[in-house]
């Protein structure tokens, strides 16, 4: 049976770009996925994030472009923080007339619509070219949680995570096959004290913070419950996220593993990886959870530039 959709990897980082002899594996560039949908008459693309690595994807498109004369496309972001943005100003379809995109992303701030929060980076302080001169028809929208229709019977979940800035994870289904994305995330937890010698200890706030973060992470779980792909954070290892780093937005490889099989997901692609991580550690890491093999039915992969996946 043909796949029904398509995924492309071409920037698997979190937090900065990372090239170096030490990153050439799994790659260093910062997030950017292709999704393609197989229709009856053509492939769809969705693009989900624009690091670093939508150049390289950009690149592959616009030479398409002069065959076709024609682009349209849309880019869902899954927020604003600049690893996952800094990759627009050179992608290179914006460059082109009959270049028609829809950027999606969710509402950070009342105050800045998408459209000035992602182009801002367009100015003559930061880049030689405005957003006002690029030749692409471009249309921002702006997104909440909820469920929306994509047409051509492709269906995508929002989900708010757990990020120091408003982010979102994504269900995509589309003929009985479910992806989801769940990075820049890390588990709820309560944020009152639960220690009784502390002053600022209250038995009922504690209480109910323990429920609201129980409650959230099983709707988490619920979010990608059999999903045929997960992508999900894996920035850190279980001892580097309990030195130092809850709070931080980013999950544990283990703890992604954990859920993963909780909910039942088939496949598990750790993602966002730390900037610090070399090849050899990842390498490291891979075996000591078996990948490759399979475990109570779940498959375990570390994500890398350039890897193609089919759903």
């Known amino acids: ?18 090239p170096g002899p030490e990153t050439v594996k799994y790659g260093g560039n910062t997030v950017c996925l292709e999704l393609r949908f197989r229709l009856k008459d053509h492939n769809r693309l969705i693009i989900i994030d624009a690091g670093s690595g939508i150049r390289n994807l950009g690149d592959i498109l616009a030479a398409d472009h002069f065959v076709n004369g024609h682009f349209s496309t849309e880019i869902y972001l899954t927020h604003t923080h600049l690893d996952h943005i800094l990759g627009l100003p050179f992608f290179a379809p914006l460059y082109f007339p009959g270049t028609q ?33 690029l030749a692409a028809d471009i249309e921002y929208i702006d997104l909440k949680e909820g469920r929306y229709d994509l047409g051509d019977d492709i269906s995508l979940t929002a989900k708010y995570l757990n990020h120091p800035l ?20 890390e588990p709820f937890y309560n944020v009152f004290s639960a220690d009784p010698a502390d002053p600022s200890y209250d038995e009922l706030l504690s209480a109910e913070g323990n429920l609201a973060a129980r409650e959230e992470n ?45 909910a039942a997901v088939k496949r598990l692609v750790i993602f966002h990886h730390d900037p610090l991580r070399t090849d050899s550690q990842i390498d490291d890491i891979s075996k000591r959870l078996g990948c490759g093999q399979r475990e109570e039915a779940m498959e375990i992969i570390f994500a890398r530039e350039g890897m193609t996946l089919k759903v």
Request: hydrophobic fraction near 35%; include cysteine.
């Open 101 to 133: 995109l829809k950027i999606h992303g969710p509402i950070t701030c009342e105050e800045d619509p998408l459209k000035d929060v992602i182009g801002g980076q367009m100015s003559y302080r930061y880049f030689p070219v405005r957003q006002e001169e």
């Open 1 to 18: 049976m043909d796949s029904a959709i398509e995924i492309k990897f071409w920037g698997v980082r979190g937090s900065i770009p990372c």
């Open 218 to 262: 099983e709707r988490m779980e619920a979010f990608f419950h059999d999903a045929d792909l997960l992508i999900h954070d894996g920035q850190y290892t279980a001892a580097e996220y309990n030195s130092g780093k809850r709070g931080w937005g980013h999950s544990s490889i283990e703890y992604a593993v954990e859920t993963a099989k909780r």
């Open 166 to 185: 408003l982010a979102l994870g994504y269900r995509i289904e589309y003929q009985g096959c479910v992806i989801c994305t769940a990075y820049d995330t």
